[in-house]
């Protein structure tokens, strides 16, 4: 046999030992994202008067391709837990998924929960059941690997709220259902994406419909049911890090409203951000924008040591 026939036969063993394995320089985030990540969809955390409310996981593991599949990690995980936004009156956990990819791709555990609107509940009873998602990220740290030293709570327009009430109200069992009381909620920082942050302030922006629909549904006076769920009420001592990422134009939620709470943090001397996209509205930010909005966040978490080392 010639020497040119034994070395295709080699090179052709090769290739079929690889499977015929494509030679590639680097690994594409996006096409990695299977390999390292398992998806957990409608998981019900809390039953509701109106309808049972679930949240979707996504959970760093490695696939085994053979029973039990998938092998959740041993280290415990940096976790973000996320809103969606609507005016507290639509939208959906998988609506705003894409904003969660940027944290899958660097190995965070990622909690997104929906949560009612604000023709089932009060305000307060929504805020409520977001503080019920972040009690489930603890009392499931030990199955998801969640470290719940290093929590990340975020969201945009309504969440953005949201995520600064869990925020400001850290340490507390506030908003917890009677039975949860006692529970105390710590988070370690808050990626705020052009949430409203006083409500008293927004009230006058806001037509007299939506007033009826914010004010309508609770006992409370319109004056006290705005303070109670207001973020910049609880800024304090407590208050973890804050990024706040806004649009220069935005008048669903008011830049104003960023301009409030960040000089409310800085005279609070609470470590924060106001990231500032200049000629921009209400979230209409290009892929450049994105980037460097994202890369702020990664900035951010650094700079100011938002995640202590665990002690874990």
């Known amino acids: 046999m010639k020497s040119t026939t034994i070395l295709v036969i080699i090179i052709s063993w090769l290739l079929l030992g690889q499977g015929c394995r ?13 390999s390292n990540t398992q998806v957990i969809g409608d998981i019900t955390y809390k039953s509701a008067i109106t309808r049972n409310l ?60 929906d949560y009612r609107y604000l023709d089932e509940a009060s305000l307060p ?30 969201g945009e327009s309504a969440g953005g709220h949201l995520a600064l009430m869990n925020g400001v109200l850290n340490n507390t069992g506030l908003f917890l259902q009677d039975s949860l009381k006692n529970f105390s909620l710590r988070v370690s920082g808050v990626i705020n ?19 009826r629909l914010v004010v309508g549904k609770d006992s409370t006076s319109p004056h006290e049911l705005l303070k109670l769920c207001s973020p910049v009420t609880y800024i304090g001592s407590n208050t973890v890090p804050v990024l706040t990422i806004h649009g220069s134009e935005d008048k669903a939620a008011d830049y104003r409203q960023a301009l409030l709470l960040h000089r409310l943090l800085d005279q609070n001397k609470v470590k924060n951000k106001l990231w500032t996209i200049h000629g921009k509205k209400h979230g209409n930010f290009d892929p450049l924008e994105m980037t460097a909005a994202v890369e702020q966040i990664w900035k951010f978490i650094e700079t100011e040591s938002v995640f202590k080392p665990s002690h874990h």
């Open 22 to 34: 494509p030679q590639v320089n680097s690994v594409d985030d996006v096409a990695a994202l299977y």
């Open 54 to 113: 679930k949240l979707d996981a996504y959970i760093p593991v490695r696939r085994l391709g053979e029973p039990p599949w998938i092998e959740y990690s041993d280290e415990l995980k940096p976790t973000l837990l996320f809103f969606h936004g609507g005016g507290w009156t639509s939208g959906n956990k998988i609506s705003r998924s894409l904003f969660l990819m940027p944290y899958i791709q660097k190995g965070f555990a990622v909690v997104t929960a």
């Open 125 to 154: 009873e929504i805020i409520g059941d977001t503080r019920a998602a972040l009690h489930w990220v603890y009392t499931h740290q030990e199955k998801y690997r969640f470290d719940t030293s290093r929590i990340l709570v975020s």
């Open 193 to 211: 994406w052009f949430g409203v942050a006083d409500l008293h302030e927004a009230y006058s922006d806001w037509d007299d419909a939506f007033r």
